[in-house]
């Protein structure tokens, strides 16, 4: 068993991901940096001399493969791909955008989970991050599917915390609020630029992606017996989901 401890991150190739994968690998660890664009993936394991592995967490195939990736041992999973579709009202929602959030937030991140926890629980002691979302605190207008599908999230959390109890592994929650990163809102809004820059307009100091990987790599590299349950991360500007102080 090799003394370097190892980490996978899911949803590696941009944003929170990618900045995770960075932080980690400054604490020491080997990345396993997992995600859909290979390219992006590659560019960064070279950067932080980490493994690029080509992963969609709607896909059992290429979840089973990103397990055969890992191998036998696994310290630290920050299950972290995720996304928002559209911002529509109940009554007009498109529900193949809820389709896709609830693919990949919910049964994506249960299946990663799942096929990596023999990993995390062979070297004695694993630690399971999973990145859900202040969006799964309380609903918001235009926000019923994305909040559905994050509170889904939350619930494996807290589920699999209490079906793990008494087993050498921690389940910690991350909760990001308004985070300013190239692609979530850009993706959320279809491609709109102009809208994706109007959700930070006004607002002076967002949260960018290395605030949330800061934090991520300090409750992962806490000492084993202290679990960070949940933390929730919001700008100061944001005092909540649709209260944000703008200038």
Not at 133 to 142: C, F, H, L, R, V
């Amino acid at each position: 068993m090799s003394s370097t401890k190892t980490a996978v991150v899911t949803g590696a190739s941009s944003g929170i991901g990618a900045a995770t994968a960075r932080a980690l690998a400054a604490e020491g660890f080997h990345v396993i940096c997992a995600a859909r664009r290979l390219d992006r993936l590659t560019a960064l394991a070279q950067e932080i001399g980490g493994t690029a592995v080509a992963c969609d967490v709607t896909s059992q195939e290429s979840v089973d493969a990103l397990a055969e990736a890992v191998g036998d041992d696994l310290d630290v999973l920050v299950n972290n791909a995720g996304g928002a579709f559209g911002v529509d009202h109940v009554e007009d929602a498109d529900m193949a955008d809820w389709e896709r959030m609830y693919a990949i937030n919910v049964t994506g991140s249960a299946r990663v989970i799942q096929k990596l926890l023999p990993a995390l629980e062979n070297g004695g002691g694993g630690t399971i991050m999973i990145v859900t979302s202040t969006a799964a605190e309380y609903p918001y207008i235009g926000g019923a599917g994305y909040c559905g599908a994050k509170a889904a999230e939350r619930n494996i959390a807290g589920a699999l915390r209490l079906e793990l109890g008494g087993r050498p592994i921690r389940v910690l929650e991350i909760c990001p609020g308004m985070v300013r990163t190239e692609e979530f809102s850009l993706v959320r809004l279809g491609g709109d630029q102009s809208a994706a820059d109007d959700v930070y307009a006004g607002v002076a100091e967002p949260l960018v992606a290395e605030d949330i990987a800061d934090a991520i790599a300090w409750a992962v590299t806490r000492p084993p017996h202290v679990n960070i349950d949940r933390m929730i991360i919001r700008p100061r500007a944001q005092v909540s989901n649709d209260k944000v102080y703008r200038d």
